[in-house]
């Protein structure tokens, strides 16, 4: 019998190694996600409710959010228990989608500030789950989690969280990297993701109002790119369908926010251009991207107030060496779509420095950002796709391994020694000797583990893991920087903050808090200097009042006067609230407070405000409903129908 010859299999052209092999659902690697993400969080599994530059701002906002909505308010759009009962009109410039997550927890049970806790905790894993099935479209499944760790422990997250307390900005770092990843499935003729992508935008749009203003450009850019390389000349149509439903259906906010703005201070010269807010004193120094620096004050020019701005060394390596590497893939669609993200991040980091300050006073709606430093959150997108790519080239590369790996193993100590070292601290501090304890165990690891990694690639996305947790944990050590800087404080020393973290919620909060100044009606000529004594105040005539009935977005009451006068209804005027007299809408003036001032005759007559939609309100969310519509049939058609000869149901071959 003839033996049979071996024949040697042929190794994949260089353009196919690179690209992942899909095998069923990553329980396991969603677990590493789950696992490696505690890093960032646990201190906010602590009973401590640790104080941040908004953090009061938005529990207020919160429970105040929860009472309207018990009220009967499902779009809430006016908080009536802010300024003391007055109300201010915050959920219609405001994005509201993160105040219904925390919404959601407050009715399951949960405290508000449990419930807080709780939506910014899921942020991180959730976030780092988006991020690891994006990347997992051009990367392997090590180097795809190394991307989703490098998003996740990325030191502007950190920076969010437990510095400024950005709330609605944490929630949007869900979205970024599902928009991108449905761009890319619509792009290569997988329709069904359009509905996704819709879904994706209306959520990024209705959780942080600057976040999709500096992406937009991007996101466009993607979209085109996307469908050049997929060779899918129709995409372009769906793909501007999906981006069109996206921006309907949050229609019902986006577009009332971007008008009525303007009938209050934040939407006026006095408002988000006005000192603080101005981005002109907001530009950073190159420097501050890699200083290890780390403070708890308020944001300034470069780090004079006490913020850090980090990007991070090792994505600032990463994306250095990419530029450097790129040439060395042979795979078109990959080489071109890490130059893409090369060229986002190195326009996010320009757009923050001092010499891009002509294109901020040119170009339109730009100085909505208010602070240049916010392109840290797109710039951290791109850069953690940059980290995660790393081990991809380093495998085409062989020349550059060892190096390479030298240098990440060194950052990370060097880092945390130099954000150890301050003048006013001993050396051998906590921080030093926990970092000096995480990396002999780190060695000792990589010593015993190393050897049985049978590919290089998983071997180098091991230790660019290793870096990135080690480079995270001592600027997540809240605990450690109270021991030793005594800060971040903690919230509970005021009167209004231990009412915000009772477990009943307050129904009104004082004039000035949570700094939302900012939203009020232009009408406002002088704050009053206290609290309404009750729903109304008699200017003139002899009258009392009974059977009164408050809601967030109504009052009604009964006016007994011999004759007659004129009373002051003590909520602030905003366009839509209307003022009824006996059943018959009546004219009002407002007073220099911004109170509604309304006139009755002499007997007995029943008044009532309401807060009604205005036409613009009425026509934004007949646009949503509609938008709504078009989805629901949009994605019924792609789900049982080709386009153009491609398959829906399946990936394109």
Known sequence: MKKRRSVPRKKPPPSERHKPVKAGFPFLTLALILLISIVGIWPLFSSTAYATHDGVSHLARFSQFINSFRDGQFLVRWLPGFMEGYG??????YPPLPAYFVTLFYLLGFSLIASFKAV???????????MFFFAREFLSKHAALLAAAAYMLAPYRFIDIYIRGAFNECVTFIFIPLIFLFIKKVSEGRYRFLPYLALSLAALVLSHSPTPLMLMPFILGYALFAARIGNRRHSVYFLALGILLGFGLSSFHLLVAFIERSYTVIGTSAGFLSDFFNFRRSFIQPVDLISPFWGYGMSGKSQTYGMPYQLGSIYLLCAILSVAAVRHVADRAFKYTIVFFQIMLAICVLMMFQISQPLWEILPLISFLQFPWRFLA?????????????????????NWQTPTTAVLLLISPLVALVFILRDEWPFLTPFLKLELFLWLAAAIFIWIFYGKLRKKQARFTAIFLMSVILSAIPIAALPLHIYIWDEPGSLGKTETQRKLLARKLPRTLPIGTANDLGFLPKTVKELPKEGPAGPVQFITGDAYIDMVSKKSDKMSFKVHSSKGGQAAINIFHFPGWGVYLNGNKTAHSIDHYGRMVVDFPAGEQTIEVRFEDTPLRKTADFISIASIVVLIITAGILKRKSFFGHSIKTKAK
């Open 120 to 130: 910014l905790i899921l942020t991180v894993p959730l976030s780092g789950v988006a």
């Open 88 to 93: 201010l009109p915050i959920y219609l410039i």
């Open 378 to 398: 797109p710039a951290t997108f791109a850069g953690a796709f940059l980290v995660g790519a790393l081990p991809e080239f380093l495998a085409l590369i062989k």
